[in-house]
């Protein structure tokens, strides 16, 4: 009892510096090695290997951690669709460009879109990540925050490591076991990796073809579809109502063709019956988007609107597309202690923005976009200086 009650004061108290390992907390490594018994994983994994994992303080000051200020979309975006990156993205291309084919032959997936996933994850495998996943993972399952979910997570790294013939030592990746090439959690990793390079493992550190196949499958598995693209950058015809935007008003592709939207060359978009929805990552005055059902496909990969375009604008510039027409805003990135206070302004207003965390998210946006419609404003759903000025100026209008 003693030794865990240190254990918590020392992840409430993160200024303390600590070696780089600890020791778990042993009722920890007792219930770790129960389930592993459960879970039929070999003696060698429950008495030597689970013994041995070790605390990180780095994880949890991580995991606890949240960014002072909320990155722009252009900041994101010019941090990772870079030219460097762009001319690396294709000579990958090329260089894997048979064996690229042949998984989207077999799965559907055109290589660019591995490509760029690939150099968003780990930069083409640069930096696949330092630490050890296993005691990262142990390190998480002994958290109470989130207990459940990273104790199956490190199960299922032990029986990976079983099954892959794998070994601690090797077994590497980001503080939250994030591992090789296309970052993949020890459950992505176990259910969609696949052997890509025919020597009968499964490698994600060590093999390119591994990492990539992996890829294809997992993507086919959440459902891309074959012949379309993740979207494209469009025009609004004059007077659009922006709060049409946003992931929450999908349409067909054609009613967006009768509203008069366009390409970026003027031309009407197709008149297809594709699901669709239009995107305003930085507000109506920067680049518009018009995405498609593998954008949605994208953000089962990772959850963030950012994150999704800049792999579909990267993959769209490895394969020779030139620059967006519209360069993204780069207003001054909102402090957390900012958005805490729109949130907080949003909820008093009577437009629900949710429980006030100083995180931009989705809810959030889609309370300034209503807050907007209410006001007068153009209701791109982006926290702009009018938007802003607006706001402040009002205690309730509902």
């Known amino acids: 009892m003693k030794k865990q009650i240190i254990f918590l004061i020392l992840l409430t108290v993160p200024s303390i510096v600590l070696s780089q390992e600890e020791e778990l907390p042993s009722q920890c490594i007792q219930a770790l090695q129960a389930q592993a018994k459960t879970a039929d994983l070999s003696p060698s994994i429950v008495n ?9 303080p780095k994880v949890i000051e991580y995991d606890r951690s949240q960014p002072e200020f909320t990155q722009t979309f252009a900041s994101y975006l010019n941090k990772r669709v870079t030219h460097t990156r762009i001319l690396k993205g294709k000579k990958l291309l090329k260089k894997h460009q048979n064996f690229l084919q042949a998984l989207y032959h077999q799965y559907g997936v055109p290589g660019r879109y ?13 930096y696949m990540g330092k630490m050890s996943t296993l005691n990262s993972l142990a390190t998480l399952a002994c958290d109470e925050r989130r207990s459940e979910f990273f104790s199956s997570e490190l199960l299922l790294a032990l029986r990976l490591m079983e099954r892959e013939s794998l070994t601690p030592k090797t077994m590497h990746g980001s503080w939250a076991g994030a ?44 459902g891309w579809k074959s012949g379309e693209r993740w979207g494209r950058e469009i025009k609004l015809p004059s007077g659009f109502a922006y709060e049409k935007t946003g992931l ?22 197709p008149a297809l019956d594709i699901k669709s929805a239009i995107l305003v990552p930085s507000g109506h005055s920067g680049p518009v988007f018009l995405v498609y059902q593998n954008f949605d496909i994208i953000m089962r ?5 950012s ?3 800049a ?25 957390k202690q900012m958005v805490l206070a729109l949130q907080t302004n949003l909820n008093n207003a009577g437009f629900n923005a949710g429980k006030p965390d100083g995180i931009m998210g989705s809810m959030t946006q889609q309370a300034i976009q209503a807050f907007q419609v209410y006001s007068g404003l153009i209701a791109d759903g982006y926290p702009d200086a ?3 000025a607006t706001l402040n100026t009002i205690e309730t209008l509902k």
């Open 248 to 269: 929450k008003n999908w349409q067909a592709l054609k009613s967006w063709t009768v509203s008069g939207v366009t390409t970026i060359n003027a031309t009407p978009v």
């Open 301 to 305: 990969w990772n959850q963030s609107k």
């Open 179 to 222: 591992m090789g090439h296309t970052q993949f959690m020890p459950s992505t990793y176990f259910k969609y990796a696949v052997d890509g390079d025919g020597d009968g493992k499964i490698n994600l550190w060590l093999s390119e073809k591994d990492a990539l196949a992996s890829g294809a499958n997992y993507l086919n598995h959440m």
């Open 114 to 126: 591995l490509v760029a996933f690939w150099g968003l994850e780990t930069n083409f495998g640069s």
């Open 307 to 309: 994150y999704a375009l």
């Open 48 to 56: 030597e290997v689970i013994p041995k994992l070790k605390y990180l």
């Open 386 to 388: 009018s938007t802003l």
């Open 311 to 335: 792999v579909g604008l990267l993959a769209d510039r490895i394969s020779g597309q030139g620059p967006l027409s519209k360069t993204a805003n780069n207003q001054k990135a909102l402090s």
